[in-house]
């Protein structure tokens, strides 16, 4: 579920962060849900353990987790407002990337939006294909 894109310029901790972030935020993770372990994160992503443990400690500073000590990392149920902010700035960060893909390749705006609209609407229907 989580991945670790060497390209980018945020760092690990952070990416792990907005992922699991972005998972909560989708209900792709739910409240009580137990995160995978410092230790098999880290393995799996190839990552220096502290790293996860960093990124951990930050949800948990935030509230999106919640630690139970000798047991694990929990989503925690989060505030009714803080959850719909985060909903809607969700998608800020991946826009914010497209954009600027966009604005380096010279990209039309308005070709832009279509093609956006495009890959909505495709989405949308593969979403409806698999609920069938």
Do not use: C, W
Not at 33 to 43: G, P, T
Not at 88 to 106: C, D, F, K, W, Y
């Amino acid at each position: 579920m989580i991945r670790i894109d060497t390209n980018d310029a945020a760092p690990i901790y952070r990416q792990v962060m907005d992922q699991v972030k972005m998972l909560v935020v989708t209900g792709q993770l739910k409240p009580g849900d137990q995160l995978e372990s410092v230790s098999q994160l880290s393995a799996r992503l190839k990552v220096n353990p502290m790293t996860v443990s960093k990124a951990f400690s930050a949800l948990v500073a935030e509230g999106v987790a919640e630690r139970r000590r000798g047991v694990g990392i929990f989503v925690a149920e989060m505030d009714a407002d803080q959850a719909d902010k985060d909903r809607r700035q969700a998608p800020s960060h991946g826009l914010t990337e497209a954009a600027a893909l966009v604005v380096r390749m010279g990209v039309d705006p308005d070709e832009a939006v279509k093609l956006f609209r495009k890959h909505i609407n495709d989405f949308e229907k593969k979403q409806r294909s698999q609920k069938k």
